[in-house]
C-alpha cells in the first residue's frame, strides 16, 4: 500500500534569519588588507586609514574618488567595498566585490564576504556558494566559511551537502552561533534528534533560544516525540501579528497540537492565515501535514492548489521551493504528473544530485513510464554503493519509501536503518517483503520495529499487515475480525478505510461468499464511483463469482486503458489475468508482462495468445520468459513456478512437472509450491499423488482452508462420498467457505442417494 503521513515533509529554513555575523577571522582578512596597502597610491592609503580610524564614511567619499581616478585598481575598489559593507550598504558591497571578483577571482577576502553576504537575500544564495566553494579550496581549514556554507546550503534546501559541512565544522568546537544555524538546519531537513541535541548543546552553553529559532526548537521537540511541550512553547510566543514570524508561529503550532492529538484546534490556529498570500507556504505545509496524518484528501488538495499558487506567482523558483512543492504534490495521485515536471526541473539545476533522480524515478514508475527491467536498472545505480553522508543516506530512505517494495531493495532497507537513518517506515517495507516470502516471523519482528516509533505507534497500516499474515496462514476470521476492528477504529483515514475493506471483501471470497465480498466494493463505490481501481476489482470478483459477463468485464478494462493510458494497477492484473486470452489484447499482455515480470497469470495469457497464432514461437517465449525470471530470483522457486504455468498452458505436461520438482527441490516446505503442485495433480487426475501433497500443506499449516477444502474435493473425487462429508461439514462449522462448503455437501448427498435409487426430498417438489 502506498505510503501517506510517512512520506518527506521537508520544510526550507528560508527567511528564518539565520545569518552569521562577520566573525573575527573576516575583520582579520579585512585588517590585513588595510595593513598591505604600503604600495598603492596615496589616496588609497588615505581611504584605509580612514577605516582604521572607523571614519566609514570618510572612507567611502574617498575610496570613490580613488576607483573613479584609478579604475583598474583593485586594492581602491576592495577598500569600496569593505566601506559600503560596513554602512550596511549590502547591495552596494556585493556589486563591489563582483567588480574585485572579475580581477581576481582569487581575491580571499572577496570571496569570503560574498559568502557571506549570500545570507542576506535568496537570489545571493547560489553564487555565495559558489564563492565559498572556491574560498574552501584555498583555504579548506577555515572553519567559519565552511560553517557559512553549510547555511546556504540549507537556505536552498541543499540539506544534504549543507549537513556533510555541518558534520565536519561539529567536530571543531564550533561558535554558538554555528551550532545554533546548525540545530536549526537540521531540524529543518528532518533529522529531529540531531536537531534537538544541537539545541541542548547549544542551551548548556548558556545560549538562549529565541525569535525564529524558538520556532525550529519546538519543531525539534514536535519531531523527537514531545508534541505538548513545542505546542506550550509556541503557545507562548502566539499573538496577533501576522508578520512573517507570526505566520510560521501559527503553522508549527497547528502541527504541533496535531501530533497532541488536538486537529479541531489546529484547525482553529490556521484560520486566519487563509487568503493572505504571504502566508502561502507555511499554511499549505501544515494543512498538508493535516490532511495526510487525518486522512482528509480535502485538506491535501487545498495545500497543493497553494503550492500551485505559489509556484505561478514565482515564474522562476528556486531549488527549495521547487523540491518542496514536489515533495508535496507527488503524495497526490492526480498531481504526480506535475510534481514530476517540478523534479525534473530540479534535476537541470543540481544534475548530480541522486535523490532528485530517485524520485523522479519512483514518479515514472507510479505514472506507468518505466517498466519492472528499467526500473530495476536505474535504481540499482542510484541505490549502489549507499553516500557514505548520513544526511543523504535519510534522504535516500526517504525517497525509497513511496515506492512499492521491491526484492532487491530489502538488503538496501536493512543498511539503511543500521546506518543509523531514522525513517522508520522502511521496517515496514521490510515486513512488506518478509510476507511475499511467506516469512511471517521476520514480518512480525519488521512491524513490531515500526510500531515502536512514534509514526508507527500511531499508524494503523501494521494492522493491515497482519490481517494479511493471518489470511495467509488460512485464519480468516481472525484477519475478518482484525479488519473490522480497524474500521470501527472510525479512522477518517480514507486509504486505511479503502485497504481494511478491500481485505475484508478478499476474506469473504476465500470464504466463499462472494455476495459479500461485492457488497463490500459496492459500499466503496456508492462514495468513490470514479475510482476505475475499485470498479477492476469488484468486475474481478464478480466475474470469477459468475455474477458478470467476459464482455462486461472486458468493457471495464477497455475503460481503464482509455482513461489510464500506460499506467497499472494489481487491480488490473487481477482482472486481465482472470479473463481468457484474447488475441486483440496481446500488446496489453506485453506490456503488463514487462512492467510486472512475476504476476504469473498475464504471462500465461501472452503465451496462449502468442500459442493462438505460432506454438514455435509461443515455446520460445516460455524460454525467455523463464531465463528472465531465473535472473531475477536464481535461488527460488518462483521462476519454476512462472515456467510450469506457462507449459502447462501450452499443454507441455513433462516440461510442467519437471518445473514444479524443481520448484519443490528449492522450496520442500513452501506452501505456494505445494498447493500449485497439488492443484496440477489435481487437474491431471493423478489424484493419490495430489493428496499426499495437500496432506503436506496441513502438516505445515493445519488451518490451510484451501487445502481442506482441496482434501474434500479429492476425497469426493476418488468416492470417498462419507469422508468428503464430514471434511465439508467440518469446515462449514469453522465458518471457513462455509457457502461453498454447503453447496458441496448438498450435492454429494444428492449424489450418494441416487447412486442408492432414492429421490432427494429437495427435488420432490
Given at each position: 500500500m502506498a505510503p501517506r503521513s510517512w512520506t518527506t515533509r521537508l520544510v526550507y529554513s528560508l527567511g528564518l534569519g539565520l545569518m552569521l555575523s562577520s566573525g573575527p577571522a573576516l575583520l582579520s582578512l579585512e585588517t590585513a588588507a588595510v595593513q598591505a596597502q604600503q604600495a598603492v597610491p596615496r589616496l588609497v592609503r588615505q581611504g584605509y586609514s580612514r577605516l582604521g580610524d572607523n571614519q566609514v564614511d570618510a572612507a567611502v567619499d574617498i575610496f570613490e574618488r580613488a576607483v573613479k581616478q584609478y579604475p583598474n585598481l583593485v586594492e581602491a575598489k576592495l577598500g569600496l567595498a569593505i566601506a559600503y559593507r560596513r554602512l550596511g550598504r549590502d547591495q552596494a558591497a556585493w556589486n563591489t566585490y563582483q567588480e574585485v571578483l572579475s580581477q581576481e577571482p582569487d581575491n580571499r577576502l572577496a570571496l569570503k564576504t560574498v559568502g557571506l553576504l549570500g545570507g542576506f537575500r535568496p537570489e545571493w544564495q547560489a553564487p555565495g556558494i559558489e564563492a565559498l566553494d572556491r574560498f574552501l579550496s584555498l583555504e579548506p581549514g577555515d572553519v567559519d566559511a565552511r560553517a557559512q556554507r553549510a547555511l546556504l546550503y540549507g537556505y536552498q534546501g541543499r540539506f544534504q551537502e549543507s549537513l556533510a559541512d555541518y558534520e565536519v565544522v561539529l567536530q571543531q568546537n564550533p561558535s554558538a552561533d554555528v551550532l545554533l544555524g546548525s540545530a536549526q538546519i537540521y531540524t529543518y531537513s528532518g533529522d529531529f534528534v540531531r536537531g534537538l541535541e544541537l539545541f541542548n548543546r547549544y542551551q548548556s552553553g548558556g545560549g538562549t533560544i529565541k525569535d525564529n529559532a524558538l520556532i525550529a526548537y519546538a519543531r525539534a521537540l514536535r519531531g523527537s516525540g514531545n508534541p505538548v511541550q513545542a505546542a506550550q512553547i509556541l503557545e507562548g510566543q502566539l499573538g496577533g501579528d501576522l508578520n512573517e514570524q507570526g505566520v510560521q508561529i501559527r503553522s508549527e503550532l497547528a502541527q504541533a497540537y496535531l501530533d497532541a492529538g488536538r486537529p479541531v484546534e489546529a484547525m482553529t490556529v490556521l484560520e486566519p492565515l487563509r487568503n493572505i498570500p504571504s502566508a502561502r507556504l507555511p499554511l499549505a505545509r501544515a494543512l498538508n501535514e493535516i490532511g495526510q496524518d487525518q486522512g482528509l484528501p480535502e485538506l491535501v488538495q487545498e495545500a497543493a492548489a497553494?503550492?500551485?499558487?505559489?509556484?505561478?506567482?514565482?515564474?522562476?523558483?528556486?531549488?527549495?521551493?521547487?523540491?518542496?512543492?514536489?515533495d508535496v504534490l507527488s503524495g497526490s495521485p492526480a498531481d504526480r504528473p506535475f510534481a514530476l515536471d517540478l523534479y525534473r526541473r530540479l534535476a537541470q539545476q543540481l544534475p548530480a544530485d541522486r535523490v532528485v533522480a530517485l524520485r523522479i524515478l519512483v514518479l515514472e514508475s507510479q505514472l506507468g513510464q518505466v517498466d519492472s527491467a528499467q526500473l530495476g536498472q536505474r535504481l540499482a545505480s542510484l541505490v549502489s554503493p549507499l553516500p557514505a553522508g548520513r544526511a543523504e543516506q535519510r534522504a535516500l530512505a526517504q525517497a525509497l519509501v513511496p515506492l512499492e517494495p521491491r526484492p532487491e531493495l530489502l538488503p538496501v532497507y536493512q543498511q539503511l536503518l543500521n546506518s543509523g537513518v531514522d525513517v522508520p517506515f522502511l521496517n515496514f517495507r521490510i515486513a512488506q517483503l518478509a510476507i511475499e516470502r511467506n516469512d511471517f516471523a521476520s514480518a512480525e519482528v519488521a512491524l513490531a520495529a515500526y510500531q515502536s516509533t512514534a509514526a508507527g505507534a500511531k499508524d494503523l497500516a501494521p494492522q493491515l499487515l497482519y490481517a494479511e499474515i493471518e489470511r495467509r496462514l488460512g485464519r480468516f476470521e481472525d484477519s475478518a475480525n482484525r479488519y473490522i476492528a480497524v474500521l470501527n477504529t472510525g479512522t477518517s483515514d480514507q486509504e486505511v478505510q479503502l485497504a481494511a475493506l478491500q481485505g475484508l471483501a478478499g476474506i469473504r471470497l476465500s470464504?466463499?461468499?462472494?455476495?459479500?465480498?461485492?457488497g463490500l466494493y459496492d459500499r466503496l463505490l456508492a462514495t468513490n464511483p470514479t475510482d476505475l481501481k475499485l470498479l477492476l476489482a469488484r468486475t474481478s470478483i464478480a466475474y470469477n463469482a459468475d455474477l458478470a459477463t467476459k464482455a462486461e468485464a472486458q468493457s471495464v478494462v477497455s475503460r481503464w486503458l482509455q482513461q489510464r493510458p500506460g499506467q497499472t494497477t494489481p487491480e488490473l492484473y487481477t482482472l486481465v489475468g482472470s479473463l481468457p486470452a484474447e488475441r486483440?489484447?496481446?500488446?496489453?499482455?506485453?506490456?503488463?508482462?514487462?512492467?510486472?515480470?512475476?504476476?504469473?497469470?498475464?504471462?500465461?495469457?501472452?503465451?496462449e495468445t502468442v500459442a493462438l497464432r505460432n506454438r514455435s514461437q509461443a515455446r520460445a517465449l516460455v524460454d525467455r520468459l523463464t531465463r528472465q525470471a531465473q535472473a531475477f530470483s536464481p535461488n527460488r522457486a518462483e521462476p519454476f513456478l512462472l515456467e510450469a504455468d506457462l507449459s502447462e498452458a501450452l499443454n507441455d505436461t513433462s516440461r510442467a512437472t519437471k518445473a514444479y520438482e524443481a520448484a519443490l527441490v528449492r522450496e520442500p516446505a513452501s506452501i505456494e509450491v505445494l498447493s500449485a503442485f497439488g492443484g496440477y495433480r489435481f487437474r491431471r487426475r493423478q489424484l493419490p499423488e495430489a493428496e499426499s501433497l495437500y496432506t503436506q500443506v496441513l502438516s505445515y499449516r493445519p488451518t490451510d482452508l484451501g487445502a481442506q477444502q482441496s482434501l474434500a474435493e479429492l476425497a469426493a473425487a476418488q468416492g470417498r462420498k462419507i469422508d468428503a462429508l464430514v471434511q465439508f461439514d467440518d469446515l462449514r462449522r469453522s465458518g471457513g467457505n462455509s457457502g461453498n462448503a454447503s453447496l458441496r455437501m448438498r450435492q454429494i448427498q444428492e449424489d450418494f442417494l441416487k447412486q442408492r435409487g432414492f429421490q432427494p426430498a429437495w427435488e420432490r417438489f
Open positions: 497553494l503550492y500551485r499558487n505559489e509556484l505561478q506567482n514565482n515564474p522562476n523558483p528556486n531549488g527549495s521551493l521547487l523540491r518542496e512543492a514536489a470464504q466463499g461468499r462472494p455476495d459479500e465480498a461485492i486483440e489484447w496481446e500488446d496489453l499482455y506485453q506490456a503488463l508482462a514487462a512492467n510486472d515480470p512475476t504476476y504469473r497469470p498475464v504471462q500465461v495469457r501472452l503465451v
